[in-house]
């Protein structure tokens, strides 16, 4: 894999700490080979991942269970030649974060993951990435996407009328997330792929990035989002998008995106296996809900207090599980049913 990548130049300056993330990730694109929850860092645009890594490297290592390495910058930033390098890693189960990347890359990216089915996920306030033409196109041709999810959208920005379609149906807006954050984890448990745009966080958080606004997520709940990334139940590539050095003065951008990703590995530190798969560990409750002449069968996980909820289908259709709440189970004992699961029943 080292014909694919170029040292970064940030590898060979100095930094303080011998527990820094500097001394304790690899920085090899030969060593990914390991029994760990394996994490590889690559930096599409030099300048922009450089920028990011110069404070990534200042934040403390303090994991057990993964394996970090920063691959260094590609050789060639063409799409094309990106692909390979993509579908190598997820082919060994590697976790992908990418660095300085721009939405030109994102149908190389896609591809990569377009061989079975999965689950992506757009962080952005009014989602100008998700909607662009190019985009739309790609989503809506793939017959292996079950699922697109805008996350952390804004209302008074956004025509809320364009989520509805099955494609989009289990999407957040900012204020609900805010209302209960625990809520956003069970969208987040089964997504593959993330598109994180830097102008879903509030300008005073962030100054510096194009388009963002004076409203938004914080850096706080940002970094939460990525937490339960990492904690998902699935292998991830996410792609940080929106970050420019030239207009990041003080570096506070650069000091974000780096705690964006410390919060993701973080979460995969504590990631558990998937433990739906294991019955033994499985608690079923059936909910009776007579106003809508249905019953729900619910489970949680002894393991990790995580809920899931079975879909009953008519006409043939076969019924299956989706991620939820304990508060989308509260409801339903109080004959109520959630957003979420009267959503998915009306598809």
């Not at 030109?104 to 009014?126: C, G, L, T, Y």
């Amino acid at each position: 894999m080292k014909n694919w990548f170029k040292d970064s130049d940030v590898f060979f300056e100095d930094f303080k700490g011998e527990q820094s993330m500097f001394y304790k990730i690899n920085k090899s694109p030969d060593k990914l080979g390991t029994d760990k929850k394996a994490i590889a860092i690559i930096g599409i645009d030099e300048t922009k991942a450089d920028s990011i890594r110069r404070e990534f490297y200042k934040t403390t290592f303090s994991f057990e269970n993964v394996f970090v390495a920063d691959l260094g910058n590609v050789r060639n930033t063409n799409p094309e030649f990106i692909l390979p390098i993509l579908k190598e890693l997820f082919d060994n189960n590697v976790n992908v974060i990418t660095l300085g990347s721009d939405i030109d890359q994102f149908e190389s990216q896609f591809k990569a993951f377009d061989h079975s089915s999965f689950n992506i996920a757009f962080v952005e306030k009014s989602g100008d990435i998700l909607f662009g033409e190019k985009t739309k196109e790609i989503l809506y041709k793939s017959k292996n996407i079950n699922r697109a999810k805008l996350i952390g959208f804004q209302t008074h920005l956004f025509d809320i009328t364009k989520l509805n379609s099955k494609l989009l149906s289990n999407s957040m807006r900012l204020g609900e997330y805010r209302n209960d954050y625990k809520e956003i984890e069970p969208v987040l448990r089964d997504v593959d792929m993330v598109m994180f745009n830097l102008d879903s966080i509030r300008y005073s958080e962030i100054p510096g990035i194009k388009n963002t606004s004076p409203s938004g997520l914080t850096s706080e709940e940002a970094c939460q989002i990525m937490k339960y990334i990492g904690l998902n139940t699935k292998d991830n590539l996410i792609d940080i998008l929106g970050y420019d050095p030239k207009y990041d003065f003080h570096s506070q951008g650069a000091m974000l995106v780096s705690q964006l990703i410390w919060y993701y590995i973080d979460g995969l530190d504590q990631k558990t296996n998937n433990d739906f798969v294991d019955s033994s560990s499985i608690s079923n409750y059936i909910v009776e809900l007579n106003d809508y002449d249905i019953s729900l069968e619910f489970a949680k996980s002894v393991k990790t207090g995580r809920w899931w909820v079975k879909i009953p289908k008519k006409n043939s259709k076969k019924s299956y599980f989706i991620p939820c709440s304990e508060n989308d189970y509260f409801k339903a004992t109080k004959n109520e049913l959630s957003n979420r699961i009267f959503a998915e029943l009306s598809l």
